[in-house]
């Protein structure tokens, strides 16, 4: 797959299907990038489990922090990385030697802006797992939702029809 650009059905494919996002990098710091992915993806009603070895047991905004991907309850849809790139392919191997012992491999895997590192995508690939390298899924959630544009940001979206209003401050869905 060209990883340089991804189209919007790809995108919106990936986050209408999951519903449970590990997060390896979260911080409770709230004025840190992964603190407001968190914040924004725990209000779009998925189930998000950060991942943080120096803050595990304690939570961030209401969720347990687990010290490792070993530690989460199940195997989850994303596993979003918000490490830098060398750590990618580490993580991406634990994933995939471990699988059995998890229950099974994730649909995607995620790494954040700037984090890209074609290899691990390769491997991940290679093992079945769907990849997104440099985007943010709350800066993409928030595009293809039109939310973006609230801000006068250009969502690269134009459509005569209403978003679906959901449940919830300023929530519209993705799907219909």
Same mark, same amino acid.
């Given at each position: 797959m060209n990883h340089d650009t991804y189209s919007d059905s790809y995108i919106k494919a990936i986050l209408d299907e999951v519903k449970t996002i590990a997060m390896v990098g979260a911080s409770a710091n709230n004025v840190r990038p992964s603190y407001f992915v968190l914040k924004y993806m725990l209000a779009k009603d998925y189930d998000v489990w950060p991942i943080n070895p120096g803050y595990a047991g304690k939570e961030i905004l209401g969720q347990m922090t687990h010290a490792s991907l070993d530690d989460l309850p199940a195997m989850p849809d994303l596993v979003d990385i918000f490490r830098n790139s060398d750590a990618a392919v580490q993580i991406v191997d634990d994933i995939i030697s471990s699988a059995d012992k998890? =229950? =099974? !491999?994730p649909k995607v895997i995620w790494m954040q802006l700037t984090v890209r590192n074609d290899e691990a995508a390769? +491997? $991940?690939?290679? $093992?079945? #797992?769907k990849v997104v390298m440099d985007r943010c899924p709350k800066i993409e959630y928030a595009r293809l939702s039109g939310e #973006? =544009?609230? $801000? =006068?940001?250009?969502? +690269?979206? !134009?459509?005569?029809? +209403?978003? $679906?209003l959901k449940t919830g401050f300023q929530h519209r869905g993705l799907k219909g």
């Open positions: 998890r =229950g =099974g !491999l390769k +491997r $991940a690939e290679d $093992a079945g #797992i #973006i =544009g609230w $801000a =006068g940001v250009n969502s +690269r979206t !134009l459509s005569s029809k +209403r978003p $679906a």
